[in-house]
């Protein structure tokens, strides 16, 4: 596995240097368990709705909190190869659903992949939105063992995450199911789920208890917002899917560090890093250098309202999204911080000293971070396509041109791959600080 | 027995056979002769332009197989370029210039069918603004339309309902379905103005609501959907409402044996050969037409076909056998039994389009492939196409080249699917 380089750099000069020295975060990094992901492997995510669509299953705007999670894996480690496959599909339980019986799914749409790791998230329509009934969660949970079991024998080294079910929203609006409501039913669901991975010693993901707590202190701050975290009730937003992101990969000991720079005069050396490199430091009047960090903040769209109203109920940003600067030792009160010679704010020597999170800011790393996020969509929205639209469609058919078709779509993702590789990988940028 | 109507109640079933006599005898009197022409023409390419109600691929499919089925002979080239959330001036898809130039002008439709806006008025109270805009953004279509593709013909719809039947009102004064209701109003004039076909696909939906609505609520609510998006029963409505506009006939094909006389006295549509008359009655049929891929053993579709005449407006595949000597004889096709039936009832007229026959198994197999060629091209336009829009990866041309080639094949396997088959009928004593 690939783990943010602590440790690079080297002293070049009084006024122009370059360190590296570990900062307290990356040391952090380092005393947490590994990220999950290793280098070459080849994920599958397997689910229902939640993991197939976002809210209305526009074609141009699912498969959300894999796609986020992909994004993170590529753009926080951008020399580690990963493959990701979204195999989920809307509507199913654990005996399969519209894509075939839970047999054919596995073979077709998990197994014949090959996989290193998969993970499951179902529950949200084997519960058939009622009151918990025996029968039905019996066959749900001899449902999941049987999936477990399949996978065991057919992918014998495949790491398994079993995900508690995301929540059923009965915190915005009233409970609309007897007996305790809906999510009462998932998180019944979620403890059989528990209790089986460890028993079977897998990785544990819970999508339901942050978003639960994140709708509950969203409610109180602004509820015609909160509501529209999971607009149905069953289909999270872009918001909600952040944090079902943020869980899975919590599950998975994701690194919170990007990147982080300390520049302080009064320190010998001066400059700290973490997972960046610093390069012509110049200290005039103003401060510039060049930096090349080794990753890209996560691509949260702080203009949405909902994204906004989530990330400040939850540690979205701390646990995953920190790209700090720090500034010791300024003379100026107010300083304009320029990157490639846009304007991306003016902080005050305060708040500088303090440290600022640049991965919160329209930076230019925010941006490619955001190419890379849209690249990863279209390469998702191809592969859907292919399997959907043609491999699954026409499944019954031969048909002269099939072959090529499904050849030259497998093609056209594998551009789009090496596409999402190119457009993460680290690009230097000159960061400037000019007193006001 | 192997009626198509098993799971619809009993009553449902004689009211079809019924309302098929009728028709049969209305039709044998030549009511297909005095039916205006299909306004669809051989080599027509058929753009649907609009919203999520079009999008899902589910109206839009059942006029496309019902053009292929019942003119086999024609070549129809059918395109779905509808896009979720769009208004007149666009949506996701991009501005509505760029909307209809890449999705709808780049094909050199012959025919373009319009219906816009459940979301024009954003789901709000009658509100001068947005019908205004509304109204001018609808008319900069008909113009950038008209002007780029003389001789053009065009059909606007008036927008399917915001069920207010099986659901409450959405506000007073009307409700929103009020709104769309205005809004359709305008459609209306704009389509007389400018000569355009128009189609209601409003009101037929909402009275079938209401008639359904009196028989049973929980199937009622399946045929409004969710209230926005018509469920498939709901769209079979609104594929008859747009047919019924285009003057789709109804008849499938007639047939007058007389049985006593061993000879066939009237034939529409239909070809008969090798008719013998003993105890049995055995002919050889080749139908120029398919019945409609109604899936009767869908209860909300069942219902549907109770509330509505889309039967007898579409469906009329009339079998009438006059001079038998028995009761009751069974009807086998193909060696398949389908029905047993009355002598008065086979004497007055039967229609087959509402069984289980090879016929209606052949045009569920058309529809299963109209189904098929449009999940192909929506992939092609939504997941390559206009999501690659900025990009040019290196295979990207191959992949849209290599899936129009395989829209090719469906389109033809399409076609031949649809082609007239001879089957064998046998009446027999019971």
Known sequence: ?436 | MRARTKSIQLSGTVACVARAVFYAMLCMAGCAHAQSVFDLRDGDRVIFYGDSITEPRMYTNFVETYAVTRFPALRFEFRDSAWGGDRVTGGRGGSIDVRLQRDVLAYRPSVVAIMLGINDGWGLPYDPKLYNRFCSGYEHIIKLLTDALPGLRVTVMRPSPYDEVTRPQAFAGGGYNGVLVRYGEFVKRLGEREGLTVADLNAPLVSVLVAAEALDHALARRIAGDGTHPGIAGHLVLAAALLRAWHAPALVSSVEIDAAGTRVARTTNANISALTADQSIGWTETDDALPFPIDFGDPAIALVVRCSDIVDALDLQLLKVTGLKFPRYMLSIDGQPVEIFDRGQLDEGVNLAVFDTPMSRQAANVHALTSKRNEVQFGRWRQVESALQSDSPAHKKAALDALDELERDLLDRQHAAALPRPHHFELKPQ
């Open chain 1, 1 to 436: 596995m690939r783990r943010p380089n602590t440790t690079r750099g080297a002293f070049a000069g009084p006024r122009t240097a370059l360190f590296a020295i570990a900062l307290i975060l990356a040391i952090r990094a380092r005393t947490q368990a590994p990220f999950a992901l290793r280098d070459g492997d080849r994920i599958v995510f397997y689910g229902d709705d939640i993991t197939a669509v976002q809210f209305f299953d526009n074609p141009l705007e699912p498969r959300l909190y894999p796609s986020f999670v992909e994004t993170y894996a590529i753009t926080r480690f951008p020399h580690a190869h990963f493959d990701f496959v979204n195999s989920a599909w809307a509507g199913d339980r654990v005996s399969g659903g519209a894509g075939g019986t839970i047999d054919i799914r596995l073979q077709r749409d998990v197994i014949a992949y090959k996989p290193t790791v998969v993970t499951v998230m179902l529950g949200m329509n084997d519960g058939e939105m009622s009151p918990y009934h025996t029968d039905r969660f019996n066959k749900f949970a001899s449902g999941f063992e049987h999936i477990l079991s399949t996978l065991r024998s057919n992918l014998p080294e495949a790491r398994v995450t079993a995900i508690k079910p995301s929540p059923y929203d009965e915190v915005t609006q009233q409970p609309d199911v007897a007996d305790g409501g809906y999510n009462r039913v998932l998180m019944q669901y979620g403890t059989f789920i528990h209790q089986t991975a460890e028993r079977e010693g897998l990785t544990i993901a819970d999508l339901n208890t942050t978003l639960v707590a994140v709708l509950e202190k969203a409610t109180a701050i602004d509820p015609a917002t909160a509501r529209k975290i999971i607009p149905d009730r069953i289909h999270p937003s872009a918001a909600g899917h952040l944090i079902l992101a943020e869980d899975l990969l919590k599950a998975w000991n994701a690194p919170a560090l990007v990147s982080a720079v300390r520049i302080d005069e009064s320190r010998q050396p001066f400059i700290h890093t973490g997972n960046t490199t610093v390069r012509d430091l110049k200290i005039a009047l103003a401060l510039s250098w060049t930096q090349t960090d080794n990753a890209l903040p996560f691509p949260i769209d702080m203009a949405d309202p909902v994204v906004g109203l989530v990330v400040s109920c939850s540690d979205l940003v701390p646990a995953l999204d920190q790209q700090t600067l720090q500034v010791n030792g300024l003379v100026a009160d107010r300083y304009e911080l320029r990157i490639d010679n846009d304007t991306i704010g003016v902080f005050t020597r305060e708040q500088l000293r303090e440290g600022i999170n640049l991965a919160l800011l329209d930076t230019p790393m925010k941006k490619q971070a955001i190419r890379v996020f849209d690249l990863v969509r279209a390469r998702n929205n191809v592969h859907f396509g292919r399997w959907k639209r043609v491999q699954f469609a026409i499944a019954d058919d031969s048909l002269p041109h099939k072959q090529e078709a499904l050849d030259a779509l497998e093609a056209l993702e594998q551009d789009l791959l090496t596409e999402v590789r190119l457009a993460a990988e680290p690009k230097p940028h000159r960061f400037l600080l000019v007193p006001q």
